[in-house]
């Protein structure tokens, strides 16, 4: 018997005690524990786990202790019943704890099953902190609930509280309007009650280390910022499989395995398992040191593999590793006729959840265990059209890889009509064809997308990732905010571990002005895709978007401890400092490296350092900057994107150069008028040509260009979008004479729900946008009013 195996495994534990039972008559001990017993019983909760046989039902004397072994919801939720149901025994006073963890069932000396570990002790020290009414949380449950809407406004944050043997564990308080105790414990109260009588002195310590701290704190935001959770044990990443078969080609076939893989995990919600975008920057081949990418991830557990492929032969090698030893937990050598490989995929996937004790669905399982397609060369389009997708995203020449994506599965759908993902893939393509890159935002495109999505809508129309593919096509297309975040609603019951979905509901409550519900979004996007570059930059823009430029400062930092010699990015870091404080030294110096690096270095950042330029009156510089641009854009922020032809006529205006500054803006009008033709109803590009009518001295039709374009892009529909246009027009009134009106249309735009850069204390400061209303007081005004406390 003693050397018999602890059977260790995850419970879920709620544990219960009667407030005050000491004190009682026997009989009252008697009569309150049989009532407490029948409200237990009678709880949902209880009766479903008892029936599966998933609970077992601990007495403590005063109370009891529940190990569920269903769900982590389970405890939190039979707790709301219990509180509900004591509404009509007065008499019952209890307080609750609940607490996820290792939990070992035991046989005691009476032949009885008992229930010992780290889950039932956390959870006792837990309610311990609590009085009469409360219901309370480890913050490791806490951290699992706020992952679901429905719970995240139940949980209010206690901070930590010190139990047994000097234990400091962290506490969230559960309570609604209806049950629970809103009253903070009397634990925390006397913590507040220590706190306050904090000697004069200690403050005045604590005074002379703040700056040492502020210090250190500047030295780490320069650095890759870690969850401050601790590493969940149930956490994995799947790093890219090294391709051994002697056909390089075969290196998508590889990708492909492994991104199924990966996949097929993150359909199980009792794990957590890191994004495609951030294993992708693992290559193989490279020396990996596990224990400082389970770290750069913020996972415990890493799955590496091989893949050979040879003839009508397959062999998937595949290990699982702890990543915080180094300690090799499991592996598996598969070797197959090549048809057979999704079944490999679907056994490895369900041989990790084993690995990890992860508690698998019967739809989970279901969804793993089936193929995405039986066509292997129709698989191998598929995967190589994806790996396309994904590194777009990260190009700022994405139109070619792009269109060759969707080469590549439309021939995939054409092989297999029933290929489901690949028509999912596809519709991503072209919307990121119609609404991220911009080049091609027309209706022909938008309805290839929308066709993409009903195909796939009708092959299965109840997965979640046509409900995500849905989802995408209202936020990109006719912009039904309301319908697609009812899409992600139902997308996220099974895609636990899908970033898009935080991703994409960040952006849409952005655009509908919850700015920083959005951000919150956005970074939860991040718990799961650590090292996405670009959520990163889209989580600075929020906070350039709230005006918080320190923090969108840090944010970029995070990207560039990814990829830290991307240029583009270091510009637009010191280019923060131009908008906040009307400083380009930061910038200025930092395009100097740049441009030290050598002639093609600059590139990416060309537009930044002619806009440098501009600010600094430079017009050799900004001469070069412009070579530089060639024929991309000389400037973006968000829809509104001005040529380069825009941009020498800026320079000519600039340096009263008017017959060159006439000929550039004719040459960008005619690029403009264009793609205003293939996009009539699309209000940014309608603004950017009221700009340039507005340079050419064509007033009234720029005023109607400009207010046109207001009309397309109500805020109400597209805050960000919106707000654009609105503040653009400032400049259209300006540069058509319209001084008066120009002035207005700017305390309008500075109202506005999101900041524009170009509205920013910097621009208005520094570039020759607004040299119309220079010099008038009321513009100085408006620019004063925006400085920093340090600038003025």
Known sequence: M???????????????????????LVKQQSELLRELNEIVSGTSEFREAESAGKLIRLPTGDGMALVFRTNAEAPAECAMEIARALKSHPAIQLRMGIHSGQVNEVVDVNQRANITGAGINMAQRVMDCGD???????????????????????????????????????????????VGNPQLPKKFQALQKHRSRVRWAEVAIALLVLGAIAAAFLFVSRRPMRSALAVAEKSVAVLPFENLSSDKENAYFADGVQD???????????????????????????????????????????????????ANRVRVNAQLIDARTDGHLWAQTYDRDLPDVFAIQSEIAKAIADQLQAKLSPNEKKAIEHPPTTDLAAFDLYSRAKSLILTAGFSATSEPDLRKAIELLDEAVK?????FDAYCQLARAHEQLYAVSGVDHTPARLALAEAAVQAATRLRPDAAEA?????????????????????????????????????????????????????????????????????????????????RYAEAIAALDRALAIVPDNAETRANRELEYVCWKA?????????????????????SAADTWFFCALAERDPAAAERALVAVGDNQCWSESTINLSRSFGEGLLAR???????????????????????????????????????????????????????????????????????????????????????????????????????????????????????????????????????????
């Open 132 to 178: 009469a009414g409360h219901i309370l949380l480890s913050k490791h449950v806490a951290e699992d609930l706020e992952q679901d809407d429905r719970w995240r406004p139940l949980l209010h944050d206690l901070g930590t509280c010190e139990v047994k043997h000097g234990v400091r564990v962290g506490v969230t308080n559960l309570y609604s309007d209806e």
């Open 415 to 419: 092989r297999d009509p029933s290929f």
């Open 467 to 547: 409900h995500l593919a849905r989802a995408q096509y209202l936020y990109f297309g006719p912009r039904d905010y309301a319908g697609a975040l009812a899409e992600l609603e139902i997308a996220r019951r099974a895609l636990p571990n899908d970033p898009r979905l935080f991703e994409l509901t960040g952006y849409i409550l952005r655009r509908r002005g919850q700015q920083e519900e959005g951000l919150r979004n956005l970074e939860r996007a991040v718990e799961l895709d650590p090292r996405n570059f670009n959520t990163l930059q889209q989580i600075a823009l929020s906070y350039q978007i709230l005006g």
């Open 654 to 792: 600039m340096t009263k150069d008017e017959a060159r500054a006439r000929t550039a803006f004719e040459a960008a009008r005619a690029q403009q008028e264009k793609i205003v033709q293939a996009q009539p109803d699309y209000g940014p590009t309608l603004c950017v040509l009221g700009l340039i009518d507005a340079a050419l001295g064509r007033k009234e039709l720029a005023l109607d260009e400009g207010r046109r374009a207001i009309a397309l892009t109500p805020l109400e529909k597209d805050v960000n979008n919106g707000s654009r246009v609105l503040q653009y027009f400032a400049i259209t009134e300006a540069w058509a004479g319209e001084k008066e009106l120009a002035l207005q249309q700017l305390e309008t735009g500075l109202r506005a729900p999101a900041a524009s850069l170009m509205l920013s204390y910097g621009a208005l400061k520094l570039y020759p946008f607004w040299d119309p209303l220079r010099g008038d007081p009321r513009f100085e005004k408006i620019v004063n009013s925006l400085a920093p406390k340090d600038a003025k």
């Open 2 to 24: 003693a050397n018999e195996k602890l059977r260790l495994e995850i419970g879920h534990v709620l544990f219960i005690d009667i407030v005050g039972y000491s004190k009682l």
């Open 583 to 603: 400083d380009t030294r930061p910038l200025h110096q930092t395009i100097d490296a740049i441009l030290a690096q050598g002639p093609g270095a600059i590139a």
């Open 260 to 310: 199924e893989i990966l996949t097929n995990l993150a359909r199980i919600a009792d794990l957590k398992v890191i994004s495609r975008t951030s294993v992708m920057q693992y290559k193989t081949g490279l020396q990996r040191n596990l224990r400082e990418i389970g770290q750069q991830l913020g996972v415990a557990h890493l799955l590496e593999g091989s893949v050979q492929r040879a």
